[in-house]
């Protein structure tokens, strides 16, 4: 499957949203939003897309598959599963928890399953690649070592790679979602309503009611 197939099946599934006025989680602008979250009900396309990391990954030496939560839960059982067939071995798939500062954590007891395992870290979408980092640093806290990262869709190229995590990557699919800061938003100047049914477009009008 190439890459627009994956950007095909995250249109199908309303994951893949484009021509709208979107206020990311950074609080940036956007015309385009990917919301994995709508992959998750579709075990088909979880099961196909399991293989292809398991594809993606086969050459990679690992004991355990980690998903950061709450995105990459499934993705990394699914990998898991189909890696677990390629090796003829277990591969073992656990994942991090969000804290209230939003740190990945491992609760009960996953960080005893680390620690001295060559770990994967699988994804679904990454922007700036904070939450990739935030599990490898679970990871080496946990006396574990990361081996390698796949995601689903990479949206910075540029910005998360091998090189910049000092990790191999590898994506599924690449895509570019051009954002803007607010103040200078091309969107909001051409007065295109926000999108209020994703991202976080009712916080940000909420907050102009406020300070209006």
Not at 82 to 92: A, Q, R, V
Not at 126 to 141: C, H, L, P
Request: net charge positive; with cysteine; charged share 25%.
């Amino acid at each position: 499957m190439i890459e627009g197939d994956i950007l095909t099946i995250l249109k199908q599934v309303n994951a893949l949203i484009t021509h709208s006025h979107i206020v990311l989680v950074s609080g940036r602008h956007s015309n385009a939003y990917i919301n994995p979250d709508k992959i998750l009900p579709h075990t088909s396309i979880n099961d196909m897309l399991g293989k292809m990391f398991a594809k993606k990954l086969k050459h990679i030496d690992m004991d355990v598959i980690i998903g950061p939560a709450y995105g990459g839960v499934i993705f990394s059982q699914w990998a898991a599963f189909h890696l677990s067939k390629i090796k003829k071995k277990e591969i073992s798939s656990i994942f991090t928890e969000k804290t209230p500062e939003r740190h990945q954590i491992f609760e009960r007891g996953f960080d005893k399953l680390v620690k001295n395992k060559k770990v994967v870290i699988v994804e679904d979408v990454t922007a700036t690649g904070s939450s990739v980092k935030k599990v490898i640093n679970a990871v080496i806290k946990a006396e574990g070592k990361v081996v390698a990262v796949c995601v689903i869709v990479n949206r910075d190229a540029e910005l998360v790679n091998s090189e910049t995590l000092g990790i191999p990557f590898f994506s599924l699919a690449e895509y570019k979602i051009e954002s803007f800061d607010a103040t200078i938003c091309p969107l909001c100047k051409k007065n295109v309503p926000i999108n209020i049914d994703v991202g976080h477009g009712k916080k940000f009008i909420e907050e102009l009611k406020k300070n209006s």
